[in-house]
């Protein structure tokens, strides 16, 4: 932990020294804000129809209103709250149950390792969409049945990152000590090999926030996330894609997935350099 | 090397087996009554045609009875039948099949080039605006959502400038060749029909270029690296010393040993392509295994989905194993250890 402190010392310095820092975390602040407080502040309702639908953006209406006649820009805004939760849910829910086998694998090796790790392989050798489309089909439509599907593809490389990590602390000098002082393996994998092999896990996963959201979104966008009338991005992009000629309804939810992906991407980065240096 | 092979080539089969578990359990915990994944809804009421499926499939047996049909059925190339399309799977998919590869293929040969042609540019202007500039545009392919970017490419370039063919591989007016291949740029050229040949490779440009954008990134961000990697070694100032140019120094010394890396990666991408490919083909009306697989999605037909998921692992794994096999033929380290 005491990288994340160094870290906090210079946290006005690196801040100067990285505008793509400084952009992810306004990117991602942004839409934080725009989550929380947007209730107060939303000038149309996203699920009522206000105005003729189909209409192309005018200062009514910035986005233009969709198939039904709702306010396009109103329903992307209120879309950031389901990407976000979602996005949220899966990478902490991944993180947790990866670390926990991968810290479980390299720290007892031998057979729970062998077998832990075929499980990680064979759950990596699906190509993600359509491992999370299968899953998803078979749980049935709906926002959260996508979320475990996400998870199901997702904590393997949590896995095989922590594990890695373990293996690399275990043969310190230091592990060796606390055995020989009598230390019980649950005290050794928490107090003394845990905390030294978060840093890579913590990188990875800000990183994956942008890819999650995009791996929510298409789901939704196939048909098996969020369902009418949610106003979700992979939804509203899917919406549009019905209504090909007014290009304003996907316009919205696609840079909107794409603003959170490049702003997650920055701050990840930036990370990356501040608590892993060794990197470059 | 020999061993290496071996062991690589024995893993293939043993982590198959556990995708196909993975699909059976998939297949099982469906919500729907696993039977009606076999049989369509209509014939659901004829008691000959579910007492047949649940013989074949054995679903009046115990469960581990069931998974060893099911794993017999695989490797028979039963995946059972779609009830979308009331045909067998593996018919629907082997058909298909062409159709994705060939996007693939113009796609990993779009992505490749460009990756490369980025990163080299990167590298050679390393913190400068360019490299900015080269990064920001490698991180946009990985980022963007390809069934938005194709959507708003296909309506700009379709609708607004008519540049670009609609969807689909060739006008419904253009001469579809004789099968051969079923990559119809390779058909159509057998066949000594230019036109079709020129009109399919329309249709494959915008697919490709959104398919492809995906990959620059990954691409270009290992190739930069091994790029810096390469041109702080010692040859390369020979090389400038004995008063190579620019060019010959980047690319005669540098890039041939900063490929090596970038081999695995090119190899690896292979499974963003799959992915991606799932969505641009939804998106450009293609009629490959992708566009097959979210009608199956969205219609919830199971046996189909599971079907390809299956297939894609294959083919992932695959993928992963020829290019695990040609990094170790491009090391010498590996290949004579």
Redo the contacts between chains.
């Keep these: 932990m005491s990288i994340v402190v160094g870290a906090r010392a210079h946290w006005m310095k690196n801040l100067t020294l990285r505008p793509a820092l400084v952009a992810g975390l306004l990117i991602v602040g942004f839409w934080i804000v725009v989550a929380l407080t947007i209730d107060v502040w939303t000038v149309y309702d996203p699920l009522k129809i206000v105005a003729r639908k189909l209409q192309a953006p005018s200062l009514q209406h910035w986005l233009g209103t969709d198939a039904l006649g709702r306010d396009v820009m109103t329903r992307t805004l209120y879309g950031v709250r389901y990407s976000l939760s979602i996005s949220f849910v899966v990478v902490v829910c991944s993180v947790v149950i990866g670390s926990l086998v991968g810290a479980l694998a390299g720290f007892f090796g031998g057979w729970t390792d062998s077998v832990l790790m075929r499980l990680v392989d064979v759950t990596l050798a699906f190509p993600p969409v359509l491992l999370a489309m299968a899953v998803a089909a078979s749980l049935g439509p709906g926002l959260q049945n996508a979320a475990i599907a996400v998870i199901v593809v997702w904590w393997p490389v949590y896995a095989r990152l922590m594990r890695g990590q373990v293996l690399d602390v275990i043969s310190r000098d230091h592990i060796e000590a606390a055995r020989a002082g009598g230390a019980s393996s649950f005290r050794l994998l928490t107090k003394h090999i845990l905390p030294l092999s978060w840093t890579p896990t913590i990188i990875s996963a800000t990183m994956d926030f942008g890819q999650v959201v995009l791996l929510a979104a298409s789901l939704s966008f196939i048909g098996l996330g969020a369902q009418p009338p949610a106003p979700e991005w992979g939804a509203m992009i899917s919406d549009g894609a019905s209504h090909f000629y007014s290009w304003w309804i996907a316009f919205g939810p696609g840079m909107a997935i794409l603003m959170l992906g490049l702003g997650f991407n920055f701050i990840g980065d930036a990370l990356r350099d501040i608590l892993d240096p060794r990197e470059h | 090397m020999t061993q290496y092979l071996f062991r690589r080539l024995i893993s293939i089969p043993?982590?198959l087996l556990?995708?196909a578990?993975?699909?059976f359990f998939?297949?099982h915990?469906?919500?729907a009554d696993p039977l009606s994944a076999l049989v369509s809804e209509r014939q659901m009421n004829n008691p000959e045609v579910v007492a047949a499926a649940k013989q074949r499939w054995g679903l009046d047996r115990s469960l581990p009875e069931q998974y060893l049909i099911y794993i017999q059925n695989l490797v028979s190339g039963d995946m059972g039948v779609s009830f979308r399309t009331r045909r067998p799977v593996l018919t629907d998919i082997a058909e298909r099949l062409p159709a994705t590869l060939e996007l693939v293929i113009f796609a990993m040969l779009f992505g490749t080039i460009s990756g490369v042609a980025l990163g080299v540019l990167a590298s050679r202007f390393q913190n400068r605006l360019l490299d900015y500039f080269a990064r920001l545009v490698a991180?946009?392919g990985s980022?963007?959502?390809v069934?938005?970017?194709g959507?708003?490419l296909?309506?700009l370039f379709t609708?607004k400038f008519s540049w670009i063919p609609g969807p689909g591989r060739l006008d419904p007016r253009a001469d579809p060749p004789p099968f051969m291949t079923g990559l119809l740029t390779i058909d159509s050229l057998a066949a000594g029909q230019f036109d079709t040949f020129l009109n399919a490779l329309h249709h494959l440009v915008l697919p490709s270029f959104v398919l492809g954008w995906s990959v620059t990134g990954i691409i270009a961000r290992l190739v930069r690296a091994s790029m810096l990697d390469a041109l702080g070694q010692d040859y390369i100032l020979a090389a400038r010393a004995k008063g190579a140019g620019e060019a010959r120094t980047l690319f005669r010394h540098a890039l041939p040993n900063a490929m090596i890396p970038t081999l695995t990666i090119i190899g690896y991408s292979f499974?963003y392509l799959?992915?991606g490919a799932?969505?641009t083909e939804?998106?450009f009306g293609w009629p490959g295994i992708g566009s097959y697989?979210?009608d199956?999605?969205?219609t919830?037909d199971?046996p189909a989905?599971?079907g390809?998921?299956l297939i894609?692992?294959s083919a992932?794994?695959l993928a992963n194993l020829i290019t695990d096999i040609a990094y170790a033929y491009a090391n010498p380290r590996i290949r004579l250890e």
């Design positions: 043993l982590l556990g995708v578990t993975v699909a998939l297949s915990f469906t919500q991180l946009f980022t963007v959502p069934f938005w970017s959507l708003l296909l309506y609708v499974a799959i992915t799932v969505l939804a998106v697989a979210v199956s999605a969205r919830l199971y989905i599971i390809v998921s894609g692992a992932f794994l």
